[in-house]
């Protein structure tokens, strides 16, 4: 009769023991039985481990469907789930847009080398102190130091953890056979595809407000304020002939650094609207990361 009245307590308190915060080895171990009046009751010990068992596998599910907790083949599984993208295109493109996008969806970390040079120089690393050294000759920074720099920043644990994402980077097939000798892969490159006609049109309708940095464009985006549009600035490169220039150093490399990635290539026409681009771009990303 004592142990008719009892069952019933310690069934409830075992229900209950499977909500709280516990070892869950525990719950599977021969000591984990209770003991009731001294006595160690069986079932006890199933309806726990039961109650344990699909807590755990509950658990274990939310974290598998959210990307957590998966089982690493090595240590490098965490550097290979984070995306590692790079992105090219010419200049008024869009690619600037798209980096914003993109940064802004998987939380990746948006580098140029142009930003990367300037770290270095200023952190004074081996590699910063090469650049520096050649900067302050007035000559250009080689590819072997470029690509030291970019190599060293994407060992930094931003990097590992959360991915990155190559901005404009690399411009030559030979940067891109060196990136390729240092270990460097991408998941994916993206190349945004906008005829030249486009983007001399792009590029010579953009003016600059000096006083909050905006940018509009002359034809696609002009200010609504008198006041703006009588004091913006053209800069001095944003002309039809110096554009032109900076377009035939483009194409004369992009095929090349397009053939060292064909394999993971893909290419956006970017003369749609930019949440188009964007979702074509976001539908490959997750294509090349599933």
């Known amino acids: 009769p004592m142990m008719k009245s009892v069952l019933p307590v310690a069934l409830l308190l075992a229900s209950a023991s499977a909500f709280t915060t516990t070892n869950p080895a525990a719950a599977f171990a021969p000591s ?91 952190a004074g690393t081996e590699v910063g102190k090469q650049a520096k050294d050649y900067m302050d000759s007035g000559k250009l920074v080689p590819d072997d130091v470029i690509i030291g720099i970019v190599k060293d920043r994407l060992e930094e644990s931003d990097c590992v953890e959360c991915g990155w994402l190559l901005d404009g980077f690399p411009r030559t097939q030979a940067q891109a056979e060196a990136l390729a000798d240092a270990g460097v892969s991408a998941d994916c490159f993206i190349f945004l595809n906008v005829p030249d006609d486009v983007l001399v049109e792009r590029v010579v309708g953009r003016r600059t407000d000096p ?80």
Not at 36 to 64: D, F
Not at 110 to 122: N, Q, Y
């Open 32 to 122: 984990s039985t209770r003991a009731i009046h001294g006595r160690q009751h069986p079932s006890v010990v199933v309806l726990r481990a039961s109650k344990n068992k699909e807590k755990i596998s509950s658990r274990t599910r939310w974290a598998e469907t959210r990307g957590y907790g998966a089982e690493s083949s090595d240590d490098n599984d965490v550097a290979r789930k984070a995306p590692k993208l790079i992105i090219a295109g010419a200049p008024a493109s869009g690619k600037g847009t798209q980096c914003e996008i993109i940064k802004d969806k998987y939380g990746v970390v948006h580098l140029s080398t142009g930003d990367m040079l300037r770290a270095a120089v200023a």
């Open 211 to 290: 006083e909050t940095g905006k940018i509009y464009h002359m034809t696609f985006s002009p200010p609504d304020d008198e006041e703006v549009l009588a004091r913006l600035e053209q800069r001095s490169d944003d002309t039809e002939e110096k554009v032109k220039v900076r377009l035939e150093q483009f194409h004369a490399n992009v095929d090349a650094v397009k053939g060292s990635y064909t394999d993971i290539a893909v290419e956006v026409q970017g003369t749609q609207k930019p949440e188009v681009v964007s979702e074509t771009i976001m539908k490959s990303i997750e294509t090349v990361l599933a």
